[in-house]
């Protein structure tokens, strides 16, 4: 099993702020990791996949880089809507599995 | 717009199976892989399992001896059988289309199905 680590577990910043989170995998999983946004009661919303592709609607600001084991989700600059919890999640094998999560909160 | 709608019993008695249906709108089930993954209130997401239209199944090997999930083409429709929960077990339940027939990552979620184990 690749055992995927997000940190840091909370993130706080303000609106206007630039966010930078980061998963790293237990063993390469090349550039097959996707991030994920959650909001409270809300199933997650994909995001990124294949490490840097942003998924259709989802806007500049958002963007990922990394390959191998090391990965980071940048928000450029903070909107109110963009509090939430992340997720990264990797596909490498058939063995699908996610990270434990970020959660940005407002400072 | 592909929709995804899960249903089911919100309780379940312990040692008993917990069974949820998924269904389909605005697009045919007969292709790409079909998922289902759960979250405990609280906690992170755990992929339990997908299957595609041919029937091929994969499962966490966590959760495989207690697993089934099936597909129904004709109804559009796909299902999740969880058998001898306990209380671990409760969490929202949800079914997740893959983005493309070729990737394993999640652009379709129904919205969740809350399913609490307890007598």
């Known amino acids: 099993e690749i055992v995927l680590t997000q940190s840091p577990a909370t993130l706080s910043l303000s609106p206007g702020e630039r966010a930078t989170l980061s998963c790293r995998a237990s063993q390469s999983v090349s550039r097959y990791l996707a991030w994920y946004q959650q909001k409270p009661g809300q199933a997650p919303r994909l995001l990124i996949f294949d490490a840097s592709n942003r998924a259709t609607g989802i806007p500049a600001r958002f963007s990922g880089s990394g390959s191998g084991t090391d990965f980071s989700l940048t928000i450029t600059s903070l909107e109110p809507e963009d509090f939430a919890v992340y997720y990264c999640q990797q596909r490498s094998n058939w063995l699908l599995t996610f990270g434990g999560g970020t959660k940005v909160e407002i400072k | 717009q592909v929709q995804l709608q899960e249903s089911g019993p919100g309780l379940v008695k312990p040692s008993e199976t917990l069974s949820l249906t998924c269904t389909v709108s605005?697009?045919?089930?007969?292709?790409?892989?079909w998922n289902w993954i759960r979250q405990p209130p609280g906690k992170g997401l755990e992929w339990i399992g997908n299957?595609?239209?041919?029937?091929?199944?994969n499962y966490n090997p966590s959760l495989k001896s207690r697993v089934t999930i099936s597909v129904d083409t004709s109804k559009n429709q796909f299902s999740l059988k969880l058998s001898s929960v306990t209380a671990a077990d409760t969490a929202v339940y949800y079914c997740?289309?893959?983005?493309?027939?070729?990737?394993?990552?999640?652009?379709?979620w129904g919205q969740g199905a809350l399913v609490t184990v307890s007598s």
């Open positions: 997740a289309r893959a983005l493309s027939e070729f990737d394993l990552f999640f652009a379709y």
């Open positions: 299957i595609y239209y041919t029937g091929t199944t």
């Open positions: 605005g697009g045919s089930i007969s292709s790409y892989s």
